[in-house]
């Protein structure tokens, strides 16, 4: 089975079964942000996206990533960076300043992210804001 | 044993060497906090770091302790004020005042032996506590809430003690994610504060690092009080004293501490 | 030029489950050794911090009999913890008990000892500190390896309550 692309973002492949195993779906993170990888913090789960490569037009171009998988300050998932981007037209309101995982991180208020799909899924859709 | 200690002397009889050995880290110096950065400077903690990036306003006056007029007309720093106060007793006291966020000094919180948290949100604490739980540090949390219910209103609160290795403020159901996504849609606004409650927690929780430091009692390793402003009840929670010694807290195991990223 | 501080803190549950492990009879070791597995947290102007997470208990026949020493143990003693610290880039800690109380101090026999396997653990994760520590009846001191530095663990402080620090 060929990968899927969505919105540019690469989807796992299913096995023969049609089962996405997490293997698989750390697989294709890593395929999107190369040394990616899964920590718990407090009861929640994240995933680290190292040099993650952000959207066309963005400053910076890329930066490091956290995609916080659980429900976290009201949202069901959340994707922190390592310093607040920029990109012209887009106005984003960056209230979520916090202290992670021994680290400083940055996050815009984005509601539009389904939990009911592949972790690639929700981080395309929280990309989706500065797409 | 100092002159100034000996009234204490009970406490055990290294227990000025100890108390001076400590480095007790306080975030927050405003009503709850300056109270807490007080009582330490009297009991002869020998290291104190203070966080806060605030200043002293007119609306602080009703509780922030140490506090002058003067410190207001010229906006004097919470972190200075407190710590004038306690050089003032205690001119040997290494203070480090810092005037900002900790998660600006995250490496310094880290020399701490105990923190004690006196902020004001549920955001705050959950952050704080990862990272004191990341260090292997005890952190005392206090809260102070003043709010409406049925025509009144209500004085309410809580010191707990959050110990690497024994429960954490979500196993003790002051962390909940409803209560912290109530905090990012609420309303924001100056909250009710006042002293008295302020000073009755504070001084639970240096009661509570005092056993921890000093051999004079053996304190639980899980503590979890309750405060009732109407009532003036300030009670050990019963679950905890009861059932939680024993358990274990599976959102903090100890193989999540270090640098990890 | 004055050396960035290195502490260790270790749980006080941890370190009865140490203590206890530490205690057993051998069948023929007169003491026993064991491995804490640590996480290194930064300090400011480099100093460090090890963080005790686990205990690697060395099985009985992972000893060498050697009667000029209390222990010995072999390839199959250190395995574990060399694995641990390569594949989890874990500081490892040696620990060993003197019955006594107070202070402990080194031997000679351990200060020889310690200085052969320790470049073992250097060698397989040198982005981290690895450490000997000696626990007595009633306190407990440590040596910690920082590359070809070799400098005391201090502060050490048994994170429970009560909170004990030894400086």
């Known amino acids: 089975m060929d990968d899927q692309r969505r919105g540019g973002v690469l989807q796992p492949r299913a096995n023969g079964r049609g089962i996405v195993t997490v293997s698989m779906t750390l697989e294709a993170l890593e395929a999107i942000a190369p040394g990616a990888r899964r920590l718990n913090e407090g009861g929640l789960r994240y995933v680290h996206l190292p040099g993650l490569q952000l959207p066309a037009g963005c400053r910076p171009a890329a930066t490091d990533c956290l995609l916080c998988l659980d429900a976290v300050n009201g949202y069901p998932s959340r994707l922190y960076f390592a310093e607040r981007v920029n990109k012209e037209g887009k106005a984003l309101n960056w209230n979520g300043e916090v202290h992670i995982l021994g680290r400083a991180w940055h996050a815009y208020s984005w509601n539009y992210v389904s939990s009911d799909q592949t972790e690639v899924g929700i981080l395309s859709d929280h990309m989706a804001a500065l797409r | 044993m100092r002159e100034e200690l000996v009234r204490q002397s009970f406490l055990g009889v290294d227990s000025d060497e100890i108390l001076a050995a400590a480095h007790v880290g306080i975030v927050g110096l405003g009503g709850g906090g300056s109270h807490v950065a007080q009582q330490f400077g009297h009991v002869g903690i020998g290291s104190l770091t203070l966080f806060d990036r605030d200043r002293a306003e007119a609306s602080n006056l009703n509780r922030l302790i140490g506090a002058t007029r003067l410190d207001v007309d010229v906006c004097a720093l919470k972190v200075d004020i407190a710590a004038r106060g306690i050089r003032s007793v205690n001119p040997a006291v290494r203070v480090r005042p810092i005037p900002g966020r900790w998660q600006d000094h995250a490496l310094v919180l880290r020399e701490c032996d105990v923190i004690v948290g006196c902020v004001d949100s549920f955001s705050e604490r959950w952050q704080l506590e990862a990272a004191a739980r990341a260090a292997l540090i005890p952190y005392i949390d206090i809260g102070m809430d003043v709010h409406q219910a049925a025509g009144r209103y209500a004085i309410s609160g809580q010191v707990a003690l959050s110990m690497p290795g024994h429960l954490c403020l979500r196993c003790m159901g002051i962390l909940t994610e409803a209560g912290l996504a109530r905090e990012q849609y609420g309303a924001a606004g100056e909250r009710p504060q006042v002293v008295w409650p302020n000073g009755l927690l504070a001084s639970a929780a240096v009661g509570v690092v005092m056993e921890l430091l000093t051999p004079w009692f053996p304190g639980p390793s899980s503590v979890l009080l309750r405060f009732e402003g109407n009532a003036q009840e300030l009670t050990s929670d019963r679950w905890l004293k009861e059932c939680g010694q024993q358990a274990t807290c599976s959102h903090y195991p100890l193989a999540e501490v270090g640098d990890r990223l | ?167």
């Open chain 3, 1 to 167: 030029m004055i050396q960035a501080a290195i502490g260790l803190r270790v749980p006080a549950g941890l370190l009865t489950q140490v203590r206890a492990d530490l205690e057993r009879r051998h069948p023929f070791a007169a003491e026993r050794i064991g491995f804490l597995k640590a996480r290194q947290a930064a300090l400011p102007e480099g100093g460090a911090l090890l963080l005790a997470f686990d205990y690697l208990v060395v099985p009985d026949e992972g000893y060498i009999r050697d009667r000029r020493v209390g222990a010995r143990i072999g390839d199959r003693g250190f395995r574990p913890a060399r694995q641990a610290a390569f594949s989890e880039a874990a500081s490892i800690l040696h620990v060993h008990l003197h019955p006594h109380l107070g202070r402990p101090e080194p031997s000679s026999v351990d200060r020889r000892e310690t200085a052969h396997f320790m470049p073992d653990f250097v060698n397989v994760a040198p982005a981290v500190a690895h450490a000997a520590v000696i626990l007595s009846l009633d306190s407990l001191s440590g040596w910690a390896w920082r590359g070809s530095n070799v400098q005391l663990l201090s502060p050490i402080t048994v994170v429970g309550a009560p909170l004990v620090k030894v400086l």
